[in-house]
């Protein structure tokens, strides 16, 4: 019997983490002596490495070491934020029922997240989901997206092959990971980046909430 793998991304798929990341993100610019992004600009960059995306965000002309030094001081504002209790990251609705319906159908779980591990476990504790995944791979484990090496990880974690695993997020560099390691993807419509956006690079379905998704992966594994 194949084994199914169902991999989520986490900020933005899982959990509603924006405000903590554009507060992040802006406090880092302001560190840095640069003008702040506008916070639609740092929802776009969300998945990708960090110091990728403050590259993106900074003004141009802006070097690789002062990019690694803006994802130095978002890092150091997020600690701060979450040692105060100022991080609150929401699950979106049906998260719980989802990873229920998922495990009853037999499928095997995983995230891959341009989160580190160690703010990726706090977030699980959180919310009572750090033993629901076979595995965990982050921006700590594998080159970001849109590389494939997190989701090469978690098939070879699970002992699953490309055909039975199924990538679930809510940006193109989430899709443009599964492309590059040859599994499907499917997009959701309450993250970051638009529906049509997430079918244009080449997501089989996007789903309005998680109550579509088992229906929607039984569909394609059928297909």
Same mark, same amino acid.
């Given at each position: 019997?194949?084994?199914?793998?169902?991999?989520?991304?986490?900020?933005?798929?899982?959990?509603?983490?924006?405000?903590?990341?554009?507060?992040?993100?802006?406090?880092?610019?302001?560190?840095?002596?640069?003008?702040?992004?506008?916070?639609?600009?740092?929802?776009?960059?969300?998945?990708?490495?960090?110091?990728? &995306?403050?590259?993106?965000? %900074? $003004?141009?002309?802006?070097?690789? !070491? #002062? =990019? +690694?030094?803006? @994802? *130095?001081?978002?890092?150091?504002?997020?600690?701060?934020?979450?040692?105060?209790?100022?991080?609150?990251?929401?699950?979106?609705?049906?998260?719980?029922?989802?990873?229920?319906?998922?495990?009853?159908?037999?499928?095997?779980?995983?995230?891959?997240?341009?989160?580190?591990?160690?703010?990726?476990?706090?977030?699980?504790?959180?919310?009572?989901?750090?033993?629901?995944?076979?595995?965990?791979?982050?921006?700590?484990? &594998?080159?970001?997206?849109? %590389? $494939?090496?997190?989701?090469?990880? !978690? #098939? =070879? +974690?699970?002992? @699953? *092959?490309?055909?039975?695993?199924?990538?679930?997020?809510?940006?193109?560099?989430?899709?443009?990971?599964?492309?590059?390691?040859?599994?499907?993807?499917?997009?959701?419509?309450?993250?970051?980046?638009?529906?049509?956006?997430?079918?244009?690079?080449?997501?089989?379905?996007?789903?309005?909430?998680?109550?579509?998704?088992?229906?929607?992966?039984?569909?394609?594994?059928?297909?």
């Amino acid at each position: 019997m194949n084994i199914k793998l169902c991999v989520f991304d986490c900020d933005g798929t899982l959990v509603d983490s924006q405000d903590s990341i554009v507060r992040s993100m802006q406090a880092a610019f302001r560190a840095c002596g640069l003008s702040l992004p506008e916070p639609r600009d740092i929802r776009r960059v969300v998945g990708l490495p960090l110091a990728t &995306a403050a590259l993106v965000l %900074a $003004p141009e002309g802006t070097d690789a !070491a #002062m =990019a +690694d030094r803006l @994802a *130095d001081a978002y890092r150091d504002t997020f600690s701060d934020l979450r040692r105060n209790g100022q991080v609150e990251d929401p699950l979106f609705p049906g998260v719980h029922d989802v990873v229920d319906g998922l495990d009853a159908a037999g499928w095997l779980l995983g995230i891959a997240t341009g989160k580190g591990r160690r703010g990726l476990d706090m977030t699980l504790d959180r919310h009572g989901l750090k033993d629901r995944f076979v595995t965990l791979q982050t921006a700590d484990s &594998a080159p970001g997206k849109p %590389a $494939p090496g997190m989701l090469l990880n !978690a #098939m =070879a +974690d699970a002992g @699953a *092959d490309p055909g039975s695993t199924v990538m679930i997020g809510d940006t193109t560099f989430d899709v443009e990971m599964a492309n590059n390691a040859g599994v499907l993807a499917i997009g959701v419509a309450w993250g970051y980046h638009e529906a049509t956006e997430l079918t244009a690079a080449g997501a089989r379905r996007v789903i309005p909430g998680f109550d579509a998704l088992v229906p929607s992966l039984n569909e394609l594994m059928e297909a």
